[in-house]
């Protein structure tokens, strides 16, 4: 069943947490937009534009043979360290709330780092195939898919942004292991990179106040604590069946930004337990159907990229909720399809846009 | 390579199975908050809305029945405090000393204080510059807020039945507090902890608020202020404690005026003990004296055991019953029936008092509404206290034939003496005619509600004439006539009053009334009048019956239904449009100058005067001729200014 329907079951998915997404920008931006331009709609119509534009990019990403990124594959990973070099160029590199993460392309900005994400996906596919045969080596297995993906994510992890590059190399060393690297090797590697996590934390003044945040949130409810317990409270508030579409009162003032990276508080406070579990849901369907298309592409490269980008959209989902849940430290990572934001929308969709050209491809035969 | 091909599959297996695993984890987690948690939560984010200052939005207005504005409320600005904002305490507070007027030192103690919020001044009257002048503090952590101050432009007019609101807009007496849902508008919160971004959190938009209801009185302001100068005025002359009177449609049911003595200034009423606040008129019971007599009159008639030529025997002023022996202040023999209520006569009343008997008596004042709440809509009505016959003693029939031995709050009396005016219809008493919101459309209208008819129309009318006698020549509520061809109908009533302390009746201590209403034979108007311990004077007709005499002919006049069959409705109502040349009147109200009457209708009179706080001698009817003082001499606080009327 899910065989057959992989590709519907994903297209379902995707399309209704779209859908989803464009409401609740609404419900919870039109207070802050209307206090900051006068216009409640100011973002939900910018959300509404980069919801088009992302359904563009899914059509165009549909429609191109998957097989073409493969010799695109090197390319793609010199833009992508490029882009991310690009961050620190003054005049280009665009400061957002005290780190780089934009860059300023005259009649764009966006973030590299959510282009290079992709563009790292397509890449590690690339080189586990090629190195599928000899995986198990350490020096030509394994050492070149942990020395030249650690390029870009040190550069992520140097704007600074820890968190997505904690993603990503979580991400791409998932993505090792399906390609056959050893268990222990990865193992062996988590445990090398601990005090490097540690060093980098602790260099960080923000970055230790969130992590004391995240395991006593309660001990500072009016500082760092602040969003995490108002997160709390929005679930709270929610019960089973929420407030009410558009009656949170979190988001008024309490949550912040609450359109972005505290999305999914609000939607627990205004549709309470069931529209929870309708996200989880949805995001369970596309894990289901990506990794079915995954496991049925023939080609190594469909099944690593196809199982890449599944893992990028689900894990991301994933560490946000678990994030405004409390679970984890907060980070800056927006909920894929859900979140106000053009780039994280765009690349989403595009991604949506690949795997299922890899699922009609293994229909053609 | 097919082998490799199945072991790729089986890791993809395996990282599905842990996403699963993780997508489980964020469910059991949500379910944790919002199920488990749900209470904690939520009483946690109650809380935290708590901590914010609530703002009233604007309170509707009271009107009397003509529209005229007896309760209002105007929005002035509050100032408040961010303490933590705040970097030059010293310097802020007394830059706030100077512009608010107040003294530095509490200022500072208050910008001091560790909460993120506190108000520095509610509700103060500014002028522009020093309003620009607090704007300039706004960096330092100062704002104003918009909030609604409740003003009374009427001073203590009718004070007692309207109450008061509090500084928070809250109805804490009277209509404010009966109404109190209606008249307070929606409310609107305001956080004051600081968020993330540490914007200011605070609205000035009043505008989005939604405002309260205005209640519209069955009062009419005019009626009031002539009944309270007369009662004041009766009081101070008679030295007595206090006095209430009541001015009843008696076909509605409609209070037209509801009078305390003493009174209060709602503006202020923080300055008056709370016994100056209470409606006397709802919340206290008493004897009602011979009072009562008019409606064990009605009783008798109504059972057909006595007609107005009937006679009974007084005994000569002496009557034994039981162990006590009754007294009348004349040595009567025989008296007719109208002759009895005429003169007053406490054993005649006996004598009716034991044809009817215990059960019927108590049944007809039960019909007529003694011993329960008349249901008027102010807060606090007392019940009164009439026995059931199973627990009277062998002579509570014959003391409670002239008032005694039961007790009633002057509403009740009021309302039961309307039932004798109407034509036999209890109606239960009104003080609201209707209800608007803000945009002008009627909410809620209070029609007349007939609670039970008590008597039948023919009764009604015999009763009548023969309660007419009263203030005829010879009654002892002549005091109450008009004359000029009115006739009124009533009964004084004398109470001793109870000594609580002793037990029995205090010597020299009485409630002298007067309930009647007027005209008799078509009335508009049902009065009672009630003075709580006069010391010149004690009896109701000597005490009462003038000042029921005063407030009648003015009311009426000012009704225009002065005399009885004049056509003088018409004539009222086209010349009210007295507002051609409001000018000098505005002028002499400023200057506080006598203002020219001449040329104006009584109701114009008595509006101006209403205004001006000053008391009005009104002679004859028509439009005014002649008055003195002269228009334009300087207002003495003593002695009327005389008005005649052509």
Redesign the interface.
């Given at each position: 069943m899910l065989k057959r329907n992989a590709d519907r079951i994903l297209i379902v998915s995707v399309f209704l947490l779209v859908a989803l997404g464009v409401v609740m920008v609404y419900s919870t931006s039109f207070m802050v937009a209307l206090e900051r331009y006068g216009d409640k709609y100011f973002f939900v119509k910018k959300h509404i534009v980069y919801t088009l534009m992302g359904f563009g990019a899914f059509l165009v990403a549909l429609k191109l043979p998957y097989r073409a990124y493969r010799s695109l594959a090197p390319a793609l990973f010199v833009v992508a360290v490029v882009l991310l070099f690009l961050i620190f160029v003054p005049g280009v590199g665009h400061k957002v709330g005290g780190a780089r993460r934009w860059i300023d392309a005259g009649f764009i900005r966006f973030q590299p780092s959510e282009v290079a994400k992709l563009g790292m996906v397509v890449f590690m596919a690339y080189l586990l195939e090629r190195k599928k045969d000899r995986i198990q080596d350490f020096y030509t297995g394994f050492l070149p898919c942990v020395v030249l993906p650690a390029i870009p994510i040190a550069l992520v992890m140097a704007e600074p942004d820890l968190g997505t590059s904690v993603t990503m190399a979580i991400l791409l060393m998932v993505m090792a292991f399906i390609g056959g690297v050893k268990a222990r090797y990865i193992g062996g590697l988590v445990v090398a990179s601990l005090p490097l996590m540690y060093a980098v934390i602790t260099s960080f003044d923000y970055m230790t106040r969130r992590i004391v945040a995240f395991l006593d949130p309660w001990k500072d409810p009016g500082g760092a604590g602040f969003q995490i317990i108002q997160s709390f409270l929005a679930f709270g508030s929610g019960g089973l069946s929420g407030v009410g579409l558009g009656e949170g009162r979190l988001k008024l003032f309490y949550l912040p930004e609450a359109h972005t990276d505290f999305i999914f508080s609000i939607i627990g406070e205004e549709l309470g337990l069931i529209g929870v579990t309708a996200v989880i849901v949805l995001y369970a369907g596309i894990l289901l159907s990506g990794m079915v298309i995954a496991r049925n592409s023939r080609e190594p490269f469909g099944t690593y990229l196809a199982a890449g980008i599944t893992l990028m959209l689900t894990l991301q989902a994933l560490i946000n909720m678990a994030v405004v849940l409390g679970m984890l430290p907060p980070k800056g990572l927006p909920l894929p399809f859900l979140s106000y934001g053009g780039t994280s929308l765009m690349v989403s969709m595009a991604s949506v846009g690949i795997l299922l050209n890899i699922y009609t491809a293994e229909g053609d035969r | 390579m097919k082998e490799?091909k199945e072991?790729?599959?089986a890791?993809?297996?395996i990282?599905?199975a842990i996403?699963?695993v993780?997508?489980g984890?964020?469910?059991l987690?949500?379910?944790q908050?919002?199920?488990v948690?749900?209470e904690?939560?939520?009483k946690?984010?109650r809380l935290?809305?708590l901590k914010t200052i609530k703002i009233n939005s604007k309170r509707g207005a009271i009107y009397d029945r003509n529209l005229k504005e007896l309760a209002v409320s105007i929005e002035v600005p509050s100032v408040y405090a961010q303490p933590h904002k705040i970097k030059e305490p010293r310097r802020v507070a007394q830059r706030l000393a100077r512009v608010l007027s107040t003294d530095r030192h509490s200022v500072l103690k208050n910008i001091r204080s560790s909460r993120r919020f506190v108000w520095v001044k509610r509700q103060v009257v500014l002028a522009d510059e020093k309003k620009e002048e607090l704007r300039g503090l706004s960096q330092a952590g100062i704002g104003m807020v918009k909030e609604s101050r409740r003003f009374y432009p009427k001073g203590e007019l009718a004070a007692n039945l309207i109450g008061f609101a509090g500084i928070d807009s809250e109805g804490l007496e009277g209509v404010e507090l009966y109404y109190d849902r209606y008249l307070k508008g929606s409310s609107m919160l305001i956080?004051t902890?600081?968020?993330?971004?540490g914007?200011t959190?605070l609205f000035e938009d009043v505008s989005a608020r939604a405002e309260g209801m205005d209640v519209v009185l069955t009062i009419d302001g005019t009626i009031q202020y002539i009944v309270e100068k007369a009662l004041k005025k009766a009081v101070e002359k008679t030295e007595a404690r206090a006095g209430v009177a009541i001015v009843m449609d008696p076909y509605t049911g409609e209070i037209l005026a509801m009078a305390n003595v003493p009174s209060f200034d709602p503006n202020n009423f923080t300055r008056y003990s709370p016994s100056y606040w209470r409606n006397r008129a709802i919340t206290d019971a008493f004897e009602p004296g011979s009072i009562t007599k008019a409606f064990l009159l009605a009783a008798v008639i109504e059972e057909g055991l006595a007609d107005r030529n009937d006679i009974f025997y007084c005994e000569l002023g002496r009557y034994a019953v039981a162990n006590t022996v009754f007294h009348d202040t004349r040595k009567y023999g025989w008296l007719s029936l109208r002759n009895i209520i005429k003169y007053s006569s406490n054993i005649g009343a006996i004598k009716l008092a034991e044809r009817l008997g215990k059960e019927r008596f108590y049944g007809y004042l039960r019909a007529f509404g003694f011993g329960s709440r008349t249901g008027v809509d102010l807060p606090g009505e007392a019940t009164g206290l009439v026995r059931s016959p199973q627990r009277w003693s062998a002579i509570t029939l014959d003391t409670m034939a002239f008032g005694q031995g039961l007790s009633t709050t002057a509403i009740q009396l009021v309302n039961a003496m309307s039932a004798i005016a109407n034509g036999g219809f209890l109606m239960k008493p009104l003080i609201v005619k209707y209800i608007r919101n803000h945009e002008g459309q009627i909410v809620k209208r209070f029609d007349p509600v007939v609670v039970r008819r008590v008597i039948s129309e023919e009764t009604a009318r015999r009763v009548t004439n023969i309660l007419i006698g009263v203030t005829e020549d010879g009654g002892t509520g002549v005091l109450a006539g008009l004359g000029m061809g009115i006739k009124v109908a009533g009964k004084t009533g004398t109470a001793q009053k109870p000594d609580l302390e002793k037990g029995g009746y205090a010597e020299g201590r009485y409630i002298a009334s007067f309930l009647g209403f007027v005209p008799a034979r078509k009335p508009h108007l049902a009065i009672i009048i009630a003075i709580d311990e006069p010391r010149k004077g004690f009896s109701g007709g000597e005490v009462a019956a003038p000042v029921f005499k005063e407030i009648a002919k003015q009311a009426l006049l000012y009704l225009g239904v002065f005399p009885e069959d004049g056509p003088t409705h018409e004539r009222v109502t086209t010349v009210r449009k007295k507002d051609r040349n409001p000018l000098p009147e505005n002028l002499a109200i400023e200057r506080q100058v006598v203002p020219d009457f001449r040329g104006k209708t009584m109701r114009g009179v008595l509006d101006i005067a209403m205004q001006m706080g000053v008391e009005v001698n009104l002679r004859g009817s028509g439009t005014a001729v002649m008055q003195t003082p002269p228009p334009g001499t300087p207002l003495k606080k003593e002695g009327a200014i005389k008005v005649v009327f052509r």
């Open positions: - | 490799k072991w790729t599959k890791r993809i297996s990282i599905a996403f699963v993780g997508f984890i964020i469910f987690r949500a379910f908050l919002q199920i948690n749900k904690h939560l939520g946690k984010a935290q809305y956080r902890e600081k968020d993330a971004a914007r959190l």
